[in-house]
């Protein structure tokens, strides 16, 4: 048998016994409740359980225009295909009117369905693990006190292998530690709240921590910085980096606490306006949630420990000079020739953005293109005199590429060089 030919028949052999591994075996169903006895009908339960969706922004990811509160059918593209989210309403067909609460808590902790299958991570159960069972089985209240909507799960559009469900046993014997969050006794009372959050409800990590080639948040690497496909304005998907949210010189070091707790809960500072996915994260969920909870996320994300990242190369003098013409005919009116912008007209460029410090230049490009999307708060002032407006029209793929290397090299800046690949790549 020629050597090429034996190692394909190893490799079937090794898959087809993995698979059957977790096929026989099955997802873990052991979990420690002990909640059996409340009362799933207190309006204080059924609040508390608002608050936990809020606070895990649900209504987001569950709800589209046309399908009715939490019903599902919102799309998630990824690498592998795309999924839907599901029904979550206690409809008892096509939503979760028949599961006990034990059953939620297995979704939640475990990831997996009444029947044992597995849940695929989309939906952040690898985060959503470190839920306390008391903020699980209010949530569970919650979703069992809303109207029920009639509406069946989208088929999830997969590529082969990973259609397969029960491979995801073998994925989670990998990546994916179930369990509550214990809390650090050495911690304040505040820290341990943050991480409470960010670590599970909030799940800040499923965007902006790096992943592997299977889809599984990088080890080791926790909310230094992430990508991930998202719409561009109405548009088609495309890559949107999340920057770095740990201490790092190019994260949140660069902001005060006050600066952070500002962006968070009203989705503006001196720095930066809230534009792209976060926008959904802001008003739907931060913007809701008590100040003491803004500040205890703000205080554990900037004792993160992170990597000080090395200052890039300084780009070609040409590229310099051809990106600063650029800028100054379309950027400096608002932005100021000094990149300290504008309390009416820009924000600042000249360090304390994370977005043109961020080492994947995608959502800088992004909003170069298509202009930022930006939130409408009822309940704040408009911020800029003249809105930013999208240059895919005005500026070719060098024009844009130069630009965003001037940028991201000038003033305080030295975050690298963006080249016209990167660029045709988000157009």
Not at 20 to 31: A, E, K, N, Y
Not at 188 to 194: K, L
Not at 318 to 343: E, F, K, Q
Not at 346 to 357: D, E, F
């Amino acid at each position: 048998m020629p050597r090429i030919l034996k190692i394909l028949v190893a490799f079937a052999a090794v898959l087809i016994g993995l698979l059957v591994f977790v096929i026989v075996t099955g997802p873990p169903r052991s979990i420690d409740y002990e909640l059996v006895a409340v009362d799933l009908d207190s309006e204080t339960l059924i609040e508390r359980g608002r608050y936990v969706a809020t606070a895990g922004n649900c209504g987001t990811c569950h709800t589209v225009e046309s399908g009715g509160f939490m019903a599902g059918g919102l799309p998630f593209e990824t690498p592998f295909g795309t999924i839907y989210s599901t029904n979550i309403t206690p409809d008892s067909k096509t939503g979760i009117g028949d599961w006990t609460a034990e059953e939620f808590l297995a979704s939640m902790r475990l990831g997996v369905r009444p029947d044992g299958t597995h849940l695929y991570p989309a939906f952040p159960y690898p985060s959503l693990t470190r839920t306390s069972d008391e903020d699980i089985v209010a949530l569970y209240a919650y979703f069992q006190s809303i109207p029920a909507i009639a509406q069946a799960s989208l088929e999830n559009e997969l590529t082969f292998p990973f259609n397969i469900r029960s491979l995801m046993g073998f994925w989670k014997a990998l990546f994916f530690e179930p369990g509550a969050y214990a809390g650090d006794p050495a911690r304040s009372a505040e820290w341990n709240r943050g991480a409470y959050l960010v670590e599970g409800l909030t799940h800040c990590g499923a965007c902006h921590t790096p992943r592997n080639r299977l889809g599984a948040e990088v080890a080791g690497e926790a909310l230094r910085g992430g990508a991930y496909l998202d719409r561009v304005g109405e548009g088609a998907y495309r890559t949107w980096s999340a920057p770095d949210i740990t201490s790092g010189n190019i994260g949140l070091s660069l902001w005060s606490h006050d600066e952070l707790t500002d962006y968070l809960q009203y989705g503006r500072n001196e720095f930066l306006d809230v534009t792209g996915p976060m926008i959904e994260v802001v008003m739907h969920s931060n913007r809701h949630l008590d100040e003491s909870d803004i500040d205890a996320m703000a205080t554990y994300l900037q004792s993160m420990p992170g990597e000080d990242r090395a200052d890039a190369a300084e780009p070609d003098r040409s590229i310099m000079g051809w990106g600063r013409t650029v800028y100054n005919l379309h950027c400096g009116t608002c932005h100021l020739p000094t990149g300290l912008g504008d309390t009416e007209m820009g924000p600042k460029l000249n360090r304390g953005s994370l977005v043109v410090q961020s080492g994947n230049p995608a959502s800088m490009i992004n909003t170069i293109l298509y202009g930022p999307k930006v939130p409408d708060f009822e309940d704040l002032p408009k911020r800029w005199r003249v809105p930013m407006g999208e240059f895919r029209y005005e500026l070719n793929d060098d024009e844009v590429a130069a630009v965003a290397t001037y940028i991201r090299n000038s003033w305080d800046n030295r975050a690298g060089l963006v080249t016209p690949d990167q660029v045709a790549r988000q157009r």
